[in-house]
Nanobody, 119 residues
Framework: VQLVESGGGLVQAGGSLKLSCAASESTFRINAMAWYRQAPGKQRELVATITNGGDSTTYADSVKGRFFISRDNAKNTMYLQMNSLKPEDTAVYYC?????????????WGQGTQVTVSS
């Protein structure tokens, strides 16, 4: 798997975290990307997307106005700035291509990074 997520941690409600996703060069630059998250006992959900050029982004309603996705193609890295965190944001966060109608072009899913927001 050619994806490595980092930057998670334990933070109090209202705090901020910035996640990073390092990816293999050739695959990253040609793909639109996304952040996904999976909370305990729930299905993985889409959080935010960004086009391959970084010129267009979308967000889940639950994070709109609080989270900001960006990418640096020169560094093969994508980011998720998370502000005003809420306990319901607690989850393991993953990055991957978007959309994913079939197998990931990165060979699967990374290990994810745990975000825990305490109330």
């Amino acid at each position: 798997v050619q994806l490595v997520e980092s930057g998670g941690g334990l933070v109090q409600a209202g705090g901020s975290l910035k996640l990073s996703c390092a990816a293999s060069e050739s695959t990253f630059r040609i793909n639109a990307m996304a952040w996904y998250r999976q909370a305990p006992g729930k299905q993985r959900e889409l959080v935010a997307t960004i086009t391959n050029g970084g010129d267009s982004t979308t967000y889940a309603d639950s994070v709109k106005g609080r989270f900001f996705i960006s990418r640096d193609n020169a560094k093969n890295t994508m980011y998720l700035q998370m502000n005003s965190l809420k306990p319901e944001d607690t989850a393991v966060y993953y990055c991957n291509a978007y959309p994913l109608p079939g197998p990931s072009p990165f060979g699967g899913w990374g290990q994810g990074t745990q975000v825990t927001v305490s109330s």
